[in-house]
T-cell receptor
Framework: DTEVTQTPKHLVMGMTNKKSLKCEQH?????MYWYKQKAKKPPELMFV???????INESVPSRFSPECPNSSLLNLHLHALQPEDSALYLC?????????????FGPGTRLTVT | TQLLEQSPQFLSIQEGENLTVYCNSS?????LQWYRQEPGEGPVLLVT???GGEVKKLKRLTFQFGDARKDSSLHITAAQPGDTGLYLC????????????WGLGTSLAVNP
């Protein structure tokens, strides 16, 4: 099973709202990722968690707050977003270890900030 | 800084035609992955190539990794409308598999 699930599928939020995106995988992967993607562009890395610890933050604004409650779950908390934050937010996971390269993506959450 | 140049950026062809997409870099990669993405969905992994000179086939798709592990190509034979989508190459740098270096993508439209 190479499935990564994400909820919700679509989210519309105002600039003063607080919302959360959720990601789950049951492949035993110990590296999990958040990406932001604009239309017809490659994914832009936001955060990487390795063994439930934040290992990479690509200088993401503090209005995005990641959380990894356990090895299967990854959340992205959103607060005071801007319209330019509207995008497809993708979660991915990778099996840990130095010889594993493949990242498996979820279907994404389409976020619209009004 | 490692970069992956992907070409062409856009491609519109008729059903039945062949096409090739290229990913090139001046840097060596430990591995290179090809993904296909449909609108509103996440990228789906098609293949990973690891060994220089490696060729992998997936039905009508042929993937090649350059001998020096700096470039890769994706060839589609007899394209079908179902092949339409965004094709992305992504490379893992030597000694660092936590981050992928992404090409800009090739948006392919196959017209019936």
């Amino acid at each position: 099973d190479t499935e990564v699930t994400q909820t919700p599928k679509h989210l519309v939020m105002g600039m003063t709202n607080k919302k959360s995106l959720k990601c789950e995988q049951h492949m035993g992967h110990r590296a999990m990722y958040w990406y932001k993607q604009k239309a017809k562009k490659p994914p832009e890395l936001m955060f990487v968690y390795s063994y439930e610890k934040l290992s990479i933050n690509e200088s993401v604004p503090s209005r995005f707050s990641p959380e990894c409650p356990n090895s299967s779950l990854l959340n992205l908390h959103l607060h005071a977003l801007q319209p330019e934050d509207s995008a497809l937010y993708l979660c991915a996971s990778r099996q840990s270890g130095t010889t594993s390269y493949e990242q498996y993506f979820g279907p994404g959450t389409r976020l619209t900030v009004t | 800084t490692q970069l992956l140049e992907q070409s062409p950026q856009f491609l519109s062809i008729q059903e039945g035609e062949n096409l090739t997409v290229y990913c090139n870099s001046s840097s060596v990669f430990s591995s290179l992955q090809w993904y296909r993405q449909e609108p509103g969905e996440g990228p789906v992994l098609l293949v990973t190539v690891v060994t220089g000179g490696e060729v992998k086939k997936l039905k009508r798709l042929t993937f090649q990794f350059g001998d020096a592990r700096k470039d890769s190509s994706l060839h589609i034979t007899a394209a079908q409308p179902g092949d339409t989508g965004l094709y992305l190459c992504a490379g893992a740098g030597a000694g660092n598999n936590r981050k992928l270096i992404w090409g800009l993508g090739t948006s392919l439209a196959v017209n019936p």
